[in-house]
């Protein structure tokens, strides 16, 4: 009975190309669309959450002022470097502490200049920030100490003031001071945000303050977390600590806020999380649409199936037998869209993250759900159409106009 | 069956058969009452004015409509009774049909068309094409077994339609106005090859027709008027 419901319907398919192309289409092009989309969906975040991972989840980052809302600081009196050693001195849980202060600036050698960012370090901010020497060596201590007028470039700014030249040992002008190259950082491309991360200049803190800034002031501290303790933990000690020097009496505020990289890796991948989701919404208003094409068509071979049907009842066919047909025929079409669907997503969805330069992650959970739902409306609307006919009296099926 | 009737009960036996289409007002009888006998390895015409009920009639024979009222008896076998599995087994077994309008299958061969009711019978392959081809050779058609219904003119998907009733070989063979579409030379050949099965097959055949040459063929003739028999007779034949 399968084999023979297998040979009528492969005969109706052969014979009404048009139609079973049309189904077929719907069925493709609603599971490419969602494998495709959720298949970029998913690279993009795979891609967020490795940059994420390079930043260093271990890391809090404190500054002065205290939190408004979204992104914004009171005014506040800045850290001073003795905050740093004080942090490093006083909780245990932290691995390493590196204080910054940073401004804009402009570098100019010879024949090029370049407005970029300057930040006052040590070489724990380094460390901190997964930041490498590629070239030349890290700051000595007797520059630190000193206050030497040293520098470390970052990509872009080498590329942008040396092109293809070595820098190692030549000179930049800094604001007022000349300063040497001494070492040169490999590159780290974009942040999450955004931010071109190799368009800065490192000079030894001390350097910093008193030939750039002109003050003591530090804007930001940076601590790393020693593995295996809660970046909880140590949030609560560092605000602890700093209420203390600061003098913050209980129930003030804090006049100074500390960030948890974690936290914001989390809201990043909560971000491409929705922006995921979305895309799937999207993906799966075209699969709907897909359905209700292929709902269409077979809601308008109705007239036709049905005059059909009562050909095949009338000549001794039973209900099942013709729904069986029906059914295989619909399973058909559909499981052949279906297939044909994933492998075109499988191209577009290589091809678009080649262009968007995000990995190529398939997700089968996806392409398991797509299939199933594309060959469930090929089926549903393939057979209940078919069922309310066969139960008709063969004359009446015949009539149908 | 119980009992010892000297007679063996015929084939078919319509007590009372009505039929009326729509509901209340707009209401119509199209059958009005119809008693009728047929017997086994008759050929019987029915002829009457257009809108008597014939088709209806034949519909309900060929157990593809119900009658709304009045009973249907098939070689004893009450089909009222029967539920509609029970009712395509017959048809599929015993009945053939072949309508006023064709009915084949649109964009498919007439060897196809004519293989379909075997299929359903689970012939294997070989044999249902042998036995397809036999039926197309039958009504002369075996140069066309390649055409579909829109390469074929009227006449020839009537005798498709004919090669499909019959392929099966069923015990009757209901045929509503099969000589209809054709011309006389045609309609005789179509005619002589149903006394032929009628005469050596012992195919029942019940036949509707306009046409009283070719309800010559048949030894019986029923007359339909307005929904009811108004005359049965027999022995023309010929
Ligand atoms: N499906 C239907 N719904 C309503 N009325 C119908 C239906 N089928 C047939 N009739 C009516 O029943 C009556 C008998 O119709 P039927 O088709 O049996 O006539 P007929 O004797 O076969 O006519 P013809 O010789 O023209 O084929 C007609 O008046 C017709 O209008
Ligand atoms: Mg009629």
């Known amino acids: ?401 | 069956m119980s009992g010892a009737p000297p007679s063996p009960p015929p084939l078919i036996r319509l007590t009372g058969v009505t039929k009326i289409y729509g509901h209340g007002q707009a209401s119509m009888a199209a059958l009005r009452g119809i008693d009728l006998d047929i017997g086994e390895g008759e050929f019987v015409a029915v002829m009457g004015p257009s809108g008597s009920g014939k088709s209806t009639c034949m519909n309900i024979l060929g157990c593809l409509d119900t009658p709304t009222r009045g009973s249907y008896l098939f070689r004893g076998v009450s089909v009222e009774d029967l539920g509609r599995n029970q009712r395509a087994m017959l048809r599929r077994h015993y009945l053939g049909f072949v309508f006023q309008g064709f009915n084949l299958l649109n964009r498919t061969s007439a060897l196809e068309n004519v293989e379909l009711p075997l299929i359903y019978r689970g012939l294997p392959a070989g044999q249902r094409r042998a036995a397809a081809r036999k039926a197309l050779a039958a009504v002369g058609l075996s140069d066309w077994e390649g055409h579909t219904p829109g390469e074929l003119s009227g006449g020839q998907q009537q005798r498709v339609a004919i090669a499909r009733a019959i392929v099966t070989e069923p015990a009757v063979l209901f045929a509503d106005e099969p000589t209809g579409n054709l011309d006389t030379a045609r309609s005789r050949e179509i005619m002589e090859l149903l006394t032929t099965l009628n005469r050596e097959h012992g195919l029942t055949v019940v036949m509707v027709t306009h046409e009283p040459d070719m309800a010559l063929y048949a030894k019986r003739t029923v007359h339909f008027v307005d929904g009811k028999v108004a005359a049965d007779t027999n022995g023309e034949g010929g």
């Open chain 1, 1 to 401: 009975m399968l084999w023979n419901a297998l040979l009528l319907a492969l005969r109706e398919i052969r014979r009404n190309v048009l139609r079973s192309v049309l189904t077929t289409l719907g069925i493709v092009i609603g599971v490419a669309a969602v494998i495709t989309m959720v298949t970029i969906g998913g690279g993009a975040t795979a891609q967020v959450t490795q940059q994420i991972a390079s930043l260093g989840t271990n890391l809090l980052i404190i500054r002065p002022g205290q939190r408004l809302g979204m992104g914004q600081r009171g005014i506040a009196p800045p850290f001073k470097l003795e905050d740093a050693v004080a942090i490093a001195r006083e909780i245990p849980s932290i691995a390493a502490v590196a204080p910054s202060a940073s401004q804009s600036a402009t570098a100019i050698t010879g024949n090029a200049n370049w407005s970029t960012a300057a930040y006052g370090v040590d070489n724990r901010y380094l460390a901190v920030r997964n930041l490498t020497i590629q070239e030349g060596r890290p700051f000595s201590d007797g520059d630190l100490r000193a206050g030497r007028a040293v520098c470390i470039l970052g990509a872009t700014v080498r590329k942008e003031l040396f092109g293809t030249q070595n820098p190692l040992g030549s000179n930049i002008r800094l604001g007022k001071i000349s300063c040497q190259v001494i070492g040169l950082l490999e590159a780290k491309g974009q942040s999450t945000m955004g931010r071109d991360q190799d368009d800065i200049i490192l000079l030894p803190l001390r350097t910093f303050q008193r030939r750039i800034a002109g003050n003591q002031e530090i804007s930001l501290i940076q601590v790393s977390v020693r593995e295996g303790i809660a970046t909880e933990k140590a949030q609560a000690d560092l605000e602890q600590l700093m209420r203390e020097r600061r003098r913050i009496g209980p129930g003030e505020d804090d006049d100074f806020q500390v960030r948890d990289m974690k936290e914001v890796a989390q809201m990043l991948t909560g971000t491409t999380r929705i922006l995921t989701s979305l895309l799937g919404a999207v993906a799966a208003v075209s699969l709907l649409v897909g359905g209700i094409g292929i709902m269409n068509i077979m809601l308008v071979s109705v007239t036709e199936r049905t005059r059909e049907i009562g050909i095949r009842l009338a000549i001794g066919a039973l209900e099942r037998e013709v729904l069986l047909q029906f059914l295989v025929e619909a399973v058909v079409l559909s499981s052949f869209g279906g297939v044909a669907g994933i492998l075109l997503a499988m191209v577009a969805s290589l091809g678009m993250s080649r262009l968007l330069e995000v990995p190529f992650i398939l997700n089968p959970g996806i392409i398991v759900l797509a299939f199933f739902f594309s060959a469930a409306v090929g089926v549903i609307f393939g057979f209940f159409p078919a069922r309310k006919a066969a139960r008709l009296d063969p004359i009446e099926a015949l009539r149908h106009e």
